[in-house]
């Protein structure tokens, strides 16, 4: 169970991590830049986090559900569900809201800056709520476990 404890820290900690940073320090810095330059780099971010991101997220899932399974009688029970559910809601919110806008976005061209800002603003603003959802998670999940 230690080696499931750790990796499950590990990998749910490094994805919450990368999601943090993309909302406090790459979307900051991306606001600052002109126009071409900002929708080329958002196109790249999009495209490489998009192709990344999910296999992680369901990787994540999985553990989670894993140390659900395992210690299903302790008294941690409750916690590790709500764990689960709050990282499968994270997943839902990805797939049903944050995913299309991220679609939309890599697929802009330069003339479609402003379209493209607003669009970037929506998906910042709910990615910041799929931020917490994920925390809860984690929080949730240590506190099962430690």
């Known amino acids: 169970m230690f080696f499931l404890d750790v990796l499950t820290i590990v990998s749910i900690g490094l994805l919450i991590g990368t999601e943090l940073s993309v909302s406090v320090f790459v979307n900051p810095i991306l606001e600052r830049l002109d126009a071409n330059t900002r929708m080329i780099v958002t196109s790249y971010f999009g495209k490489r986090l998009g192709a990344a991101m999910p296999p992680w997220y369901i990787f994540s899932a999985l553990l989670l559900i894993a140390e659900t399974a395992i210690r299903y009688h302790s008294n941690g029970k409750s916690l590790l569900i709500t764990a689960s559910a709050f990282w499968l809601i994270a ?27 607003a669009e970037h603003r929506t998906w910042d603003l709910i990615h910041r709520g799929r931020v917490a959802v994920l925390a809860i998670s984690m929080i949730c999940f240590l506190l099962a476990v430690l």
Do not use: E, K, Y
């Open 91 to 117: 997943i839902a919110i990805s797939v049903a809201v944050l995913v299309p806008i991220n679609s939309r976005i890599v697929q802009l061209d330069s003339g479609s800056a402003q379209s493209s800002f």
